[in-house]
């Protein structure tokens, strides 16, 4: 959108009042769902208590559906460094009898300040001490606008 009869005020302006709108919009449909998602989780409640008293996996009722319960589980790392220390101790070691090893533990991903941090490093002189990506990182620079309200 490119029209010279808009200034810059306008267009932040206007972007202002249509995040304002947004906004209001998102709390007022947050609030309507409210009672459909609490009486949603009320009814997985009820009926996760009724299998766990009957001692059932499911229940199934012909022509309207079935309940079932479903054991998922969270993990977390809440200590980097003894983690990371107990897969380097023996990264090859399987976990289970032909299972994988202690590097399966791992998901290999990619942080961005480190890599921004990677880019930012300059030599004595100013300049950039890199210009390429570690190994194995594929990388893009953008450029977008914000707008903050005042």
Known sequence: MSDPNYTDADLIAAHNDLLAQ???LEKEQAAQLKPYTDGINAIKA????RL?????????????????QQTTLSVKVDNHDAFLAWILEAPSTPVTPNGPTRWAFLDVGVLKDPVKAWF?????NGQPLYVEAPPGLKHDWFTKCNIRRT
């Open 22 to 24: 947004k906004d209001a």
């Open 46 to 49: 009820e009926m996760l208590q």
């Open 52 to 68: 766990q008293e009957r001692k059932a996996k499911n229940t199934k009722v012909e022509g309207v559906g079935t309940a079932y």
């Open 120 to 124: 930012d490093a300059v030599d004595v």
